[in-house]
């Protein structure tokens, strides 16, 4: 028989803590230290994640556009969906970041993971200043895309790729059928490649976390638990009192719950899959029959919502930075957490609609503040069921966008009824 990803992925958090306990850092296999089979499964794994990386969200990004500009282009509309996203995505993060800050889940008696690396790295994040924030948005606009794509510089990838899709649509005839039929093409091959990479997700994350498991033990446990509850309990207040205040004062939805409940298909799928995109067809339906949204809104927003609207994401990516600093015993000054602010709200754009993409954006935040990548192992032991919860978030945070862009462009009778 059998068993879904989920389960491969359980039964090896499970194999990966007994076997980094019994083994530790000293153990070995025909002469070979455990540490070092964990450490080569583990970074095969990441570096197939990395591999499809630039052609996964170049080719999301600039097919999302291109659709939706055959539909109307950007115009009115499209400001108005933009603005809501970053808006939304940007009142996450700061619920992320007060809360991190005030529960402080990395802060604790044991001893930080990595020791030996605890130096260079509050030197690294030491030298980081409120310069950095503009070479943020310098780096938005590389002067060689080609090697801001082999150097991983997501940033410029993904603003040029916006660019590209938005002109794809104002070009006419056979060059642009050619192009959108490319990019779909390539975008359909990744897909389909990182179906394939995630299969092997148990084995990736059993080596990860069996290294960590083995320098560590299980001191982090305690840790992650509180890491675990404030990335819920941030999530839990945008979902429930953020979007309600929206549909109620923006959306004008008098009985937010209604949207709730219309939404309820869209948001267990999300919860299952952990995936927007494969989402994306039931949030569509439920928006269009049971919350009475237009298909010509629906259509519009939430494809745009499946490829840059990641408010869940963006949160947990705000959050996850900070506590990985905190186990580090390193002290994020304000012009430091700004910049993880901005490169969380950046990098969620980009962060493709499939499971656990978000931990190649956390990557790129921890490098452009200083830490190392490889301390986004520490996370797999909570990501499966955290990614579940933000993926919701993020499709429902599209679907209020898409009511609120309906009561904008003066539709009628949106929620005012049960529809189901």
Sequence with gaps: MKLALHWQILIALVLAAIMGSYSGMEGT???????????????????????????????????????????????????????????????????????????????????????????????????????????????????????????????????????????????????????????????????????????????????????????????????????????????????????????RYVGGVKNPWLHYQAMAPALLTAFSTSSSSATLPISMNSLEKRAGVSNRVASFVLPLGATVNMDGTALYECVAAVFIAQLFGVELDFATQLLIVVVALTTSIGVAGIPSASLVAISIILVAVGLPAEAIGLLLVVDRLLDMMRTAVNIFSDSVGAVVIAKSEGEKGVLTQKNF
């Design 29 to 247: 296999i025909l002469g070979l230290p455990w540490l070092s089979v964990y450490t080569f499964i583990g970074t095969l794994f990441l570096n197939a994640l990395k591999m499809i990386v630039v052609p996964l969200v170049m080719s999301a990004i600039i097919t999302g556009i291109a659709n939706i500009g055959s539909n109307g282009g950007f115009g009115r509309m499209g400001m108005k969906t933009l603005t809501y996203y970053v808006a939304t995505s940007f009142i996450a993060i700061m619920i992320g970041l007060v809360l991190v800050n005030v529960i402080q889940p990395g802060v604790t008696g044991n001893p930080p993971p990595m020791i030996e690396a605890n130096a260079e790295v509050a030197q690294a994040v030491a030298g980081k200043s409120a310069g950095d924030v503009v070479d943020v948005f310098l780096r938005m606009i590389p002067t060689n895309i080609v090697d801001a794509a082999a150097q991983g510089q997501m940033l410029g990838l993904i603003f040029f790729s916006l660019l590209f899709g938005f002109f794809l649509t104002q070009i006419k005839g056979a060059g642009q059928k050619t192009m959108q039929n490319f990019w779909q093409g390539v975008f359909d091959i990744m897909m389909l490649l990182t179906g394939l990479i995630m299969k092997f997700a148990p084995l990736g994350v059993f080596g990860l976390v069996a290294a960590s498991v083995a320098k560590t033990g299980f001191d982090q446990f305690e840790n992650l638990a509180l890491f675990f509850m404030t990335v819920v309990a941030a999530l839990a207040i945008h979902f429930i009192i953020v979007m309600s205040l929206i549909l």
